[in-house]
Nanobody
Framework: QVQLVESGGGLVQAGGSLRLSCAAS????????MGWFRQAPGKEREFVAA????????AYTESLKGRFTISRDNAENTVYLQMNSLKPEDTAVYYC??????????????????WGQGTQVTVSS
């Protein structure tokens, strides 16, 4: 059974940092593009970042560049999201996703086949 399990969320003060992890099991995702999305209450799911299988190609939503960094460890079948200088507007459930087969990092949720259950990130002011 394929699973993506996020961890590392929690409550943090504005200006703080968190590192999210997404561990994959059931199969290797070393050939897949992996992405992070988030969804705040009452809002649609939005793209955060994505990384191609090699780690050499990444994509970010423009407003998060410089604060968020995506990386991956294929040997550990894990993808990470380092979040710095967090703001209250970063509060959301963060989801990990894997695409169908190693395409260019895409901001479109429809390009991703596998999804985790999400981890809550709450940033207090």
């Amino acid at each position: 059974q394929v699973q993506l399990v996020e961890s590392g969320g929690g409550l943090v003060q504005a200006g703080g940092s968190l590192r999210l992890s997404c561990a994959a099991s059931g199969r290797t995702f070393s050939s897949n593009t992996m992405g992070w999305f988030r969804q705040a209450p009452g809002k649609e799911r939005e793209f955060v970042a994505a990384i191609r299988w090699s780690g050499r190609s990444t994509a970010y939503t423009e407003s998060l560049k410089g604060r968020f960094t995506i990386s991956r460890d294929n040997a550990e079948n894990t993808v990470y999201l380092q979040m710095n200088s967090l703001k209250p507007e970063d509060t959301a459930v963060y989801y990990c996703a894997a695409d169908r087969g190693g395409g260019y990092p895409s901001p479109l949720p429809s390009k991703y086949e596998y999804w985790g259950q999400g981890t809550q990130v709450t940033v207090s002011s």
